[in-house]
């Protein structure tokens, strides 16, 4: 990544940016808000998890806290739907947490909102992931420690395909015509999620184009991403795609329930379509668009930030360094016991049993062949500018170039703020 101005965002600017975020929707799950009011006045540590949908997590964020020696550490569990809205809005108060989970985002690096981590990263840097070092670097400096990866791939039944006379799509095009032939009356053929904001990314990828470019340029306006929104458009207009499911695309159930024959989701929720399934269930990237495209996988996940305006903040990097740092076991069961996630540390990934056979082995496969991650200066008005583009062209009848014409704007400007 290229070198950053050292222009801070004033305080105002930050809660736009938390606005921004809180529009954008891009949590991989939800639950309930057992959650207490406070910041760390009740003195102990305080951190800011979502509520995941897997069974089990809330009980052991709180277990792995409990076994910590150095302070005592409360934890918050927010809906899924409400907590980037809290998370920003408390960050500008006095009652903000001392550290949270959330993605690498340059504007809390410049904000001076989150604590520097290369001194507790270091040590076991090249035990990570690369990938997810970079995306958490700014200037040579590590903000914020990965505690799980998230692949993001197509889920299928294979019975379904075979059925219908089908090969795994191997391009968008197949796509389409995959979606065609298994709609009946009863099952749709393809779920993207209720708003369709999880392929965005992947999309952009598959064309062959990117988000921006190694110099901090704008990456995605290409033919290939023009074409692929002109087939999402006749894909979203075919009626061969489920809308309004239930519940959005990070939970399994519109495939598990036969609402759809494929369903984008995470890798997170491959135990539970196992479950339901059985062995009737594979898994494929995103197919390649254009010529020039190839297959793509989006590498979601967590992160673990310290903030660094809170009093607590030298305890906080203590608490941090001890659990995602030195504590293996509590790594490996965060990221395997509810639902599977990929341990960020290569170390871990590697002796994972449960990830080396089957349907793991081969969410692994796709990530390690395919798989894109955050991009730290890609920020969430850039996010909200392409969502904006997919509203448009595939929901609405627009045209691509012309949005993407607008996107540029909004992005160019945001570049001029962040890299001048």
């Keep these: 990544m290229s070198a950053m ?19 954008a929707g891009t949590l991989a799950a939800c639950g309930s808000n057992n959650g207490r009011g406070g910041g760390s006045s009740g ?45 920003f809005a408390s960050l500008l108060t006095d009652s903000a947490p001392d550290l949270f989970e959330f993605h690498p ?37 590590v903000y914020g420690v990965r ?41 749709k053929g393809v779920y993207l999620g209720n708003t369709l904001q999880a392929v965005i ?30 087939k999402m458009r006749k894909l979203f207009t075919s009626g061969d795609l489920l809308l309004d499911a239930p519940a959005d695309y990070w939970d399994p159930s519109a495939l598990n329930q036969g609402l759809t024959a494929i369903q984008f989701c995470g890798m997170w929720a491959m135990p539970a379509m196992q479950q339901a399934l059985g062995d009737d269930l594979g898994v494929f990237p995103f197919p390649k668009v254009g010529d020039a ?10 992160s673990m930030f310290v903030n660094a305006k809170s009093d607590r903040a030298e305890e906080a990097r203590e608490y941090v360094k001890w659990l995602w740092i030195d504590q ?14 990929i ?30 991650f955050d991009n730290i200066g890609w920020t969430q008005a850039m996010i909200k500018a392409t969502e904006d583009v997919f509203a448009d062209c595939v929901r609405k009848d627009g045209d691509p170039e012309a949005s993407l014409d607008t996107c540029d704007k909004v992005v160019g400007a945001e570049l001029e703020k962040l890299f001048g």
Excluded: C
């Design 5 to 23: 101005s050292n222009r801070n965002w004033s305080r105002r600017s930050l809660f736009r940016a938390a606005a921004g975020m809180a529009a």
């Design 43 to 87: 003195g102990g540590l305080v951190q800011y998890f979502h509520a995941y949908g897997e069974a089990g997590t809330e009980q052991a964020v709180k277990k792995y806290a409990a076994a910590y020696d150095g302070a005592k550490v409360s934890t918050q569990w927010i809906t899924g739907s409400n907590f980037e809205s809290k998370l």
């Design 105 to 141: 985002q340059i504007q809390l690096v410049r904000s001076g909102q989150v604590a520097d981590l290369t001194d507790i990263v270091e040590p076991v840097k090249d035990d990570f992931n690369q990938a997810d070092i970079q995306s958490h670097t700014v200037d040579g400096k």
């Design 147 to 187: 505690m799980i990866d998230d692949p993001q791939f197509f889920f299928y039944r294979k019975s379904l395909l075979e059925k219908a006379g089908m090969g795994v799509p191997q391009t968008l095009d197949e796509l389409v015509e995959a979606a065609a032939g298994l709609t009946t009356d009863k099952v």
């Design 201 to 230: 990314r992947p999309m952009i990828w598959a064309a062959g184009a990117d988000t921006l470019d190694a110099g901090n340029r704008p990456a995605y306006h290409t033919d290939g991403v023009v074409e692929g929104l002109r």
């Design 293 to 302: 495209g190839k297959p793509a996988v989006y590498n979601g996940g967590w």
């Design 328 to 341: 293996r076991k509590h790594q490996e069961d965060w990221a395997l016991s509810y639902g599977f996630h």
């Design 343 to 372: 341990p960020p540390r290569t170390s871990i990934a590697r002796s994972a049993d449960k990830l080396k056979s089957g349907l793991p082995a081969e969410g692994v496969k796709l990530f390690s062949e395919y798989g894109h």
